[in-house]
Nanobody
Framework: QVQLVESGGGLVQAGGSLRLSCAASGRTFSIYTMAWFRQAPGQEREFVATIGGSGEGIYYADSVKGRFTISRVNAKNTVYLQMNSLKPEDTAVYYC??????????????????WGQGTQVTVSS
């Protein structure tokens, strides 16, 4: 089993920046594709960004492309989401997710096996 713990959420003003971190347990972190999803109250959980085990296959949702950057440091068992030019519509609980060694692009909630507890991001106007 893989345990995921998010951190770095908080309250920021529109136009500001925030960096989220997701720390994973285990010794085979590089085998897993990682992703970030987010969920606002009353809304479905939606895809944000994904990154393959060695940093390949990076893909972003249109709503965040050009503003967010996903990265990982396998030696630290950690994936990051750098969020710049934040907008009020980015307000949500952000979750990291993992799945073992997929080769195809995975953008759906039901394609991921492991999830963190989430971290709240609030962007004020």
């Amino acid at each position: 089993q893989v345990q995921l713990v998010e951190s770095g959420g908080g309250l920021v003003q529109a136009g500001g920046s925030l960096r989220l971190s997701c720390a994973a347990s285990g010794r085979t972190f590089s085998i897993y594709t990682m992703a970030w999803f987010r969920q606002a109250p009353g809304q479905e959980r939606e895809f944000v960004a994904t990154i393959g085990g060695s940093g390949e296959g990076i893909y972003y949702a249109d709503s965040v492309k050009g503003r967010f950057t996903i990265s990982r440091v396998n030696a630290k068992n950690t994936v990051y989401l750098q969020m710049n030019s934040l907008k009020p519509e980015d307000t949500a609980v952000y979750y990291c997710a993992a799945v073992f060694a997929p080769s195809r692009l995975k953008l759906e909630v039901n394609e991921y096996d492991y999830w963190g507890q989430g971290t709240q991001v609030t962007v004020s106007s």
